[in-house]
T-cell receptor, first 112, second 115 residues
């Protein structure tokens, strides 16, 4: 499978715990995006990378959220001290430059 | 910052009827993209429009980009049950230093088809 893959598909955690998600983009894509989506809403931008450089972070992204793309390939998104409001689908997407986005299947986070 | 607004939020149609969703931006867009998300799925790219007044067709789907490049529409002729899903428009996000990059999505139009 040469698409965007995300791991895990589902994550259930207790409030206050830390969670980390992984995204493997399409190999030749230099851009990688993280979005968050809640039921009935559109994808909400969180952050994106061009190669290993993080170019932009949403102002909505609190300091509990951090993302890395250390070698310009896979990326991780960590949420510290999770809150119930963090429950959502976390989508990763990749692109070549400013072209179309290819999305992964997402990680569904449930914070109890 | 830029907002991409879509209407309607929900649209119920009988199978075979036409469907249209509209997208409006508060700023001029260099391009606009459309995505479809099936229930339980992830967004899938449909098309990108770049030129002012551009019209593109994909079988029963017709996409338009407004002359001022601030609005766009998607029209589906004779809907089928396979068209069910949520349709999103997305435009480049204005950057603090000027220009636009990344992609901001609208909230989408949920298409519900009654057989």
């Amino acid at each position: 499978d040469t698409g965007v893959s995300q791991d895990p598909r589902h994550k259930i955690t207790k409030r206050g715990q830390n969670v980390t998600f992984r995204c493997d983009p399409i190999s030749e894509h230099n851009r990688l995006y993280w979005y968050r989506q809640t039921l009935g809403q559109g994808p909400e931008f969180l952050t994106y990378f061009q190669n290993e450089a993080q170019l932009e972070k949403s102002r909505l992204l609190s300091d509990r959220f951090s993302a890395e793309r250390p070698k310009g390939s896979f990326s991780t998104l960590e949420i510290q001290r999770t809150e119930q409001g963090d429950s959502a689908m976390y989508l990763c997407a990749s692109s070549l430059g400013q072209g179309r986005l290819f999305f992964g299947s997402g990680t569904q986070l449930s914070v109890l | 910052g830029q907002q991409v607004m879509q209407i309607p939020q929900y649209q119920h149609v009988q199978e075979g009827e036409d469907f249209t969703t509209y997208c409006n931006s508060s700023t001029t867009l260099s391009n606009i993209q459309w995505y479809k998300q099936r229930p339980g799925g992830h967004p899938v790219f449909l098309i990108q429009l770049v030129k002012s007044g551009e019209v593109k067709k994909q079988k029963r789907l017709t996409f338009q980009f407004g002359e001022a490049k601030k609005n766009s529409s998607l029209h589906i002729t004779a809907t089928q049950t396979t068209d069910v899903g949520t349709y999103f428009c997305a435009g480049p996000t204005p950057q603090p230093g000027g220009g636009a990059d990344g992609l901001t999505f609208g909230k989408g139009t949920h298409l519900i088809i009654q057989p």
